[in-house]
């Protein structure tokens, strides 16, 4: 529920927070493989909605190649962040 009040409150830093404490020990074992997802999923469209692209581009390699599997959402959020940014000539390369 603390991710759901950070994008509620488009809380980037909170969010940040969150993640670091999530990436402590073994903290992250206390979600199940389909919450967790869901965690990452959240996570990532706040990042798309808030970042940088290039911050957004570097939490996507990172995340999307051992964390999570991208929503269609995610990838709407993506693809926006990227026309936002101007930055459509990246799309090859994160497909």
Request: one cysteine or more; a negative charge; hydrophobic letters at 45%.
């Amino acid at each position: 529920t603390g991710l759901l009040q950070c994008c509620d409150l488009k809380d980037i830093k909170l969010a940040y927070q969150l993640n670091k404490a999530m990436e402590k020990g073994d903290n992250w074992k206390f979600l199940d493989v389909d919450r967790l997802n869901g965690y990452w999923s959240k996570f990532f469209s706040l990042l798309c909605m808030m970042e940088q692209i290039e911050v957004v581009l570097k939490w996507y390699k990172e995340m999307s190649s051992s964390l999570f599997y991208p929503t269609p959402k995610n990838i709407l959020d993506l693809l926006q962040a990227l026309d936002a940014a101007n930055q459509l000539e990246v799309i090859p390369s994160v497909w």
